[in-house]
């Protein structure tokens, strides 16, 4: 969510971020009645039955893990995408997308709010 010189410059910063994004998505998950004013206050959705569809179909949609195997297929889907396009080379590899996640910076963060991955998340 930031570049590597601002999570080395502020690495307590950048884990309260990440706890924050985490407690979020539990809220979010387990917590319908009271995410309903949010949909309200951000979203400018009045009625109850559309904040009840919404929260329906996004609760538990999203996880603060990034588990490594998912986030290198979502890269790699990007690749080929770019590759029909003629924006990224046939012959040229995916670099290594997890030097791109300060994993044990996430790990850490999330054992500190205890955090429950999604259940469709869990697979590594």
Known sequence: WTMRPFVEKHPEATKAFIKA???A?????TNKEGTMP???????IDDPEEQSLLWDSIHDGYDATLPPKLFKEIFEAR???????????KD????????????????????EVH???AKAAVTN
């Open 21 to 23: 994004i985490a407690e």
């Open 25 to 29: 998505i539990m809220y979010i998950r």
């Open 38 to 44: 949010i949909f309200k206050t951000y979203l400018g």
């Open 79 to 89: 690749r080929r995408e770019m590759i029909s396009m003629g924006q990224w080379p």
């Open 92 to 111: 040229k590899p995916l670099p290594d997308v997890e030097t791109f996640v300060a994993r044990k910076m996430l790990s850490e963060a999330l054992d």
């Open 115 to 117: 955090y429950v991955p």
